[in-house]
């Protein structure tokens, strides 16, 4: 082979790993025999062997990197599996490329800066209505925990079921002695064949104070469980601008932390509310007393016939032991007919209870998203850091600042290496004679 006309000061260094390339003029690389690569018979590529001497063994020492290179080559068997070094750089060259595309924007201006915060704050809140309020979770198709409909609505089911739990009216143990008790607490100087309202409330009052912890409860686990989807929805959004993080989660903690105080308030209103007073438009607390109180009449029969078994059956309250309350003759009809009013207008309350939390919360969840949570991050990240919290979106942490280097760097190389590469690995051929 020819000596070259000019001195390279080009370098290829291998590493274990890759390949990193600065090409010179292709007249400096010059070789004297053009033939293909593509052309050369098997016996004569490049081929993997360990008693092959180093090709860099008979050649001047100003092209030595270039042949140590393709020495290296050779033992990775690129030519013999029909790998060609230029689909290897374009391959890299594609990777990095990627990544790139994938980083946050560098931004130089506050005006990008405020546009791209805006853009996070409404790719987030866009994301928060998607799985808080229409049900829709392609975001997070494998995370349970983000499918937050279906959540809350479990969580809803859930605390139904404790409040029927708590439901201690339809205990058939020691049946009506609570009521004969309040009842022989509230008479007064008034006609005995009226029953007294105190007496209804005062039982009423009982049962809703026994449950009261139970709404409380339920507002808490809700709001925590809404609190840990919308910091994990923000924090995925800002990921890209770490300096917005803190900020971002600052004021979602603290209008989360509000409304969960205005939702205990409206939970602790509607057990006050109950308290209060015995009403309701329904006319299915009507219907529901008149169902009940068609047993009265099977249970007179038992109360007043000693020879008949002391047992009688209530719908809602199954098989029940009356014997002991043939003793309170003159207040067990009352009694009875208090217990039925109390068991009917309990439906209603529960559903009160219910339904109202239900819906309180839906309507909070929806100011969330679509008024106070933008609103409120908008005031805290422009009033962070002396009114400067949006410039510091310009500062680029310095491992995202290296990244973004490195990638920039090595796509420079590699365009640079490409064309050299290519027409090198054409060239070269070997003699094994």
């Known amino acids: 082979?020819?000596?070259?006309?000019?001195?390279?000061?080009?370098?290829?260094?291998?590493?274990?790993?890759?390949?990193?390339?600065?090409?010179?003029?292709?007249?400096?690389?010059?070789?004297?025999?053009?033939?293909?690569?593509?052309?050369?018979?098997?016996?004569?590529?490049?081929?993997?062997?360990?008693?092959?001497?180093?090709?860099?063994?008979?050649?001047?020492?100003?092209?030595?990197p270039l042949l140590d290179a393709v020495d290296k080559l050779r033992h990775l068997k690129v030519a013999e599996e029909g790998i060609q070094l230029p689909t290897i750089i374009n391959e890299k060259s594609k990777s990095d490329l990627s990544e790139l595309s994938r980083m946050p924007q560098k931004l130089s201006s506050v005006a990008e800066a405020m546009?791209?915060?805006?853009?996070?704050?409404?790719?987030?809140?866009?994301?928060?209505?998607?799985?808080?309020?229409?049900?829709?979770?392609?975001?997070?198709?494998?995370?349970?925990?983000?499918?937050?409909?279906?959540?809350?609505?479990e969580m809803l089911n859930e605390y139904s079921e404790e409040l029927?739990?708590?439901?201690?009216?339809?205990?058939?143990?020691?049946?009506?002695m609570d009521e004969i008790r309040v009842l022989d607490e509230t008479k007064g100087i008034w006609l005995p064949n009226f029953l007294p309202r105190a007496a209804f409330l005062i039982i009423l009052r009982g049962k809703?104070?026994?449950?009261?912890?139970?709404?409380?409860?339920?507002?808490?686990?809700?709001?925590?469980?809404?609190?840990?989807?919308?910091?994990?929805?923000?924090?995925?959004?800002?990921?890209?601008?770490?300096?917005?993080?803190?900020?971002?989660?600052?004021?979602a903690q603290n209008l989360i932390a509000?409304?969960?105080?205005?939702?205990?308030?409206?939970?602790?209103?509607?057990?006050?509310?109950?308290?209060?007073?015995?009403?309701?438009?329904?006319?299915?607390?009507?219907?529901?007393?008149?169902?009940?109180?068609?047993?009265?009449?099977?249970?007179?029969?038992?109360?007043?016939n000693h020879y008949m078994s002391p047992?009688?059956?209530?719908?809602?309250?199954?098989?029940?032991e009356v014997g002991h309350l043939r003793l309170y003759s003159s207040t067990r009809e009352q009694a009875f007919d208090l217990k039925m009013r109390i068991t009917a207008y309990w439906k209603i309350v529960l559903r009160r209870f219910i339904d109202n939390l239900a819906l309180h919360l839906l309507l909070s969840i929806n100011e969330l998203v679509n008024r106070n949570m933008q609103t409120d991050i908008v005031k805290e990240v422009m009033g962070s850091h002396g009114g400067h919290g949006?410039?510091?979106?310009?500062?680029?942490?310095?491992?995202?600042?290296?990244?973004?280097?490195?990638?920039n760097k090595s796509?420079?190389?590699?365009?640079?290496?490409?064309?050299?590469?290519?027409?090198?690995?054409d060239r070269i051929t070997v003699n094994v004679d």
């Not at 029927?164 to 009506?176: H, P, Y």
Request: glycine content about 2%.
């Open 1 to 64: 082979m020819a000596s070259h006309s000019q001195q390279s000061s080009n370098i290829i260094d291998i590493e274990e790993n890759s390949l990193e390339f600065v090409p010179t003029s292709l007249s400096s690389l010059a070789i004297e025999d053009p033939t293909p690569l593509s052309s050369v018979s098997a016996d004569y590529l490049i081929t993997p062997s360990a008693d092959a001497p180093p090709l860099t063994s008979s050649y001047n020492h100003r092209i030595r």
């Open 115 to 153: 546009t791209a915060f805006m853009r996070i704050i409404g790719l987030s809140m866009e994301s928060l209505r998607k799985i808080l309020s229409r049900g829709e979770f392609d975001e997070y198709p494998d995370d349970k925990n983000m499918h937050c409909t279906v959540r809350l609505a």
């Open 164 to 176: 029927q739990k708590s439901d201690g009216n339809k205990s058939t143990e020691n049946f009506l």
């Open 208 to 251: 809703v104070k026994e449950m009261a912890n139970t709404p409380v409860d339920f507002v808490a686990k809700v709001w925590n469980y809404i609190e840990s989807v919308v910091i994990r929805v923000l924090m995925h959004h800002c990921d890209s601008y770490p300096q917005l993080m803190s900020s971002t989660r600052r004021a």
């Open 258 to 304: 509000k409304m969960k105080e205005k939702s205990f308030d409206r939970a602790m209103e509607l057990v006050e509310m109950e308290k209060l007073a015995d009403y309701t438009c329904s006319p299915e607390y009507m219907t529901e007393w008149a169902k009940l109180m068609a047993h009265q009449n099977a249970f007179r029969d038992v109360m007043n």
């Open 311 to 320: 047992q009688t059956t209530i719908e809602g309250f199954g098989k029940i």
């Open 390 to 407: 949006i410039e510091r979106m310009l500062e680029e942490p310095p491992p995202v600042a290296m990244k973004r280097e490195r990638l």
């Open 411 to 425: 796509i420079r190389l590699l365009k640079q290496s490409k064309g050299v590469v290519a027409q090198i690995m």
